[in-house]
Structures are given as C-alpha cells and as structure tokens.
C-alpha cells in the first residue's frame, strides 16, 4: 500500500509540474501578443524568453525526478505506466518549448 501512495504522489506531483510549465509557456507565447508596439518591446520579448527557458528548466527538473522515483517503484516491483508513454510526453513537450522559443524570437 505504501509503494501505490508513493506511485500515485509521484504521478500527481508530475502533473502539476507539467501543468505549471504549460502555464509558463502560455503566459510567454501571449505576452509579446498582448503587449505590443512603443520602444520597448525587445524587453517583453526578454520576458518571454525567460519564461520559455524556466518552463524548460521546470520540465527537465520534473522529468528527471519523475524518471528516478519511477525506476525505484520498479525495482520494489511496481508496476507504472509504460515508459513509452512518459518519453513520448517528455519529447513531445520539449518539441513545444523549442518551437514556442522560435515563436517568440
């Protein structure tokens, strides 16, 4: 029962941190859209980017610690959902980081 808390926590806990990087990057793909024009716009594309490079930063960070509690669950004997799965999330939302940074560029 222990190990299912542990799985279950380690799997809420990477959500909310996805979500948080989502939020990140929402906030920096709408900021030069809502704030345009005048003579300092180079400041709000800063801002967004250094929004993108946190959201990355975030997802590693909570990639990495995902991937190492999940491989302790498994050594106990665990079962967690596929590997396939968290890598095809994980590739797939580092293809989002690296577009949307292009996008603010």
């Not at 975030?58 to 050594?75: G, M, Q, V």
């Amino acid at each position: 029962l222990m190990w299912r808390r542990t799985l279950m926590a380690n799997e809420r806990t990477y959500s909310a941190w996805v979500r948080t990087v989502l939020s990140l990057m929402a906030v920096a793909l709408a900021l030069p859209k809502l704030i345009t024009g005048g003579t300092q716009a180079w400041i709000v594309r800063v801002i967004a980017i250094v929004f993108i490079l946190v959201a990355g930063s975030l997802f590693i960070f909570a990639s990495l610690t995902f991937s190492e509690t999940d491989k302790r669950l498994r050594r106990e004997g665990l079962i967690t959902a596929p590997r396939w799965f968290f890598w095809a999330l994980t590739l797939s939302l580092l293809l989002c980081i690296a577009l949307s940074l292009l996008l603010v560029l």
